[in-house]
């Protein structure tokens, strides 16, 4: 699973992605998470699974969609909560759900 989290400027999600790998078990080993603004995502859209969207953007939702259609990527939500609290734990939660 290659996992892409956006914000404003890439730098708030970097410190979520490390207690997202923190979290994740011996059978998720493999998976990819990477930060990045939301200025860069149409540079490498193509090479994740799901784009998770920090809640300070949630407001460019449509444009974050209208990139990740043609690769048929999910967009979500990080939940306010967890991602004010890094609980990287919940964040996976949503992705494991999938």
């Given amino acids: 699973m290659n996992i892409l989290l956006v914000c404003a400027c890439g730098a708030s999600t970097s410190i979520l992605v490390e207690a997202m790998k923190n979290a994740l078990t011996e059978s ?4 990819f998470i990477e930060a990045k603004s939301i200025q860069e995502v149409k ?9 998770l969207m920090a ?36 964040i996976l ?5 999938l």
């Fill in 93 to 97: 939660n949503s992705v494991r759900s």
């Fill in 28 to 31: 998720e080993a493999d998976w």
């Fill in 55 to 90: 809640p300070q953007i949630r407001y460019q939702r449509k444009m974050l969609e209208e990139i990740a259609a043609p690769y048929d990527i999910t967009v979500l939500d990080i939940d306010s909560v967890a991602y004010g609290t890094c609980n990287g734990e919940k």
């Fill in 43 to 51: 540079e490498s859209v193509g090479k994740y699974d799901v784009i």
